[in-house]
């Protein structure tokens, strides 16, 4: 089944992260100008005049060995990137908290991204522990490094397993790690666009350090949000026509 990726701001207002009505909800995510770190059972609070829908997802990163999955987590949580590469020795969970505003109907969400970072080993023998969601029907960003060719060159084995039946749902996204390295960069321009127009999967780019601020994830994490949104309304959609059939 094919991928049908929404067009960029579509959905979800794009740089709302900037907009005035939006601090009441960053607030809550920040604290003295860093992101916060919640634990598996801790949410952002708001004010019990505010009503905000909190969406659960469970994100999958996949990727080999040294492509930059915990660097990834780490940036997209907002904590340190570590200074040293080392393998993952099991599955990893970092909890992330997002606000959106719908652009249909100006609704407010709160994203609840739990991503799981699996050591490529690891994942070989405990294959069977991933979520349900991941296996059958989940969310699979696939972290590439641009500094390695080889990781790039996989990108089409790694979609076309993720693609078949029974896993046909699976949102896939390829994240570009490295690109700050444009010096030792392995993979050209044109090869990025070659591969987004045959298989109709965004490539997104991240690199450098990790500021105090969101801009050097927000666009990341619209991206995501975007996309999980999209997929879950085409979802329900389907499953509603099949359920009028039914009736009538």
Known sequence: MEQVSPSSGSIIVADW?????????????????????????????????????????KIFLSGKSGVGKTALAARLAGLNIPNMHYETTGIETTVVYWPVKLRENGRVLFFRLQLWDCGENALRRFDHLLPVPVRAGGRRPLPVSFTDRT??????????????????????????????????????????????????????????????????????????????????????????????????
């Open 17 to 57: 992260h900037r907009c005035k009505d939006s601090k009441e909800y960053f607030s809550k995510i920040i604290h003295k100008k860093r992101r916060k770190n919640f634990g598996l059972l801790e949410s952002p609070v708001m004010p019990p005049h505010v009503a905000v829908d909190t969406v659960h997802y």
């Open 151 to 248: 990781s790039f060159d996989d990108l089409s084995n790694q979609i076309a397993k993720w693609t078949g039946a029974p896993v046909g749902r699976v949102v896939k996204l390829v994240v570009g790690t490295k690109f700050d390295l444009f010096m030792h960069c392995d993979v050209a321009e044109r090869d990025v666009r070659n591969f987004q127009e045959t298989w109709s999967v965004p490539v997104l780019r991240v690199g450098g350090e990790v500021s105090d601020g969101l801009g050097d994830v927000a666009s990341l994490l619209n991206c995501l949000a975007e996309h999980l949104w999209h997929q879950d309304c085409v979802s329900a959609r389907r499953h509603s026509q099949q359920e009028t059939g039914t009736v009538l």
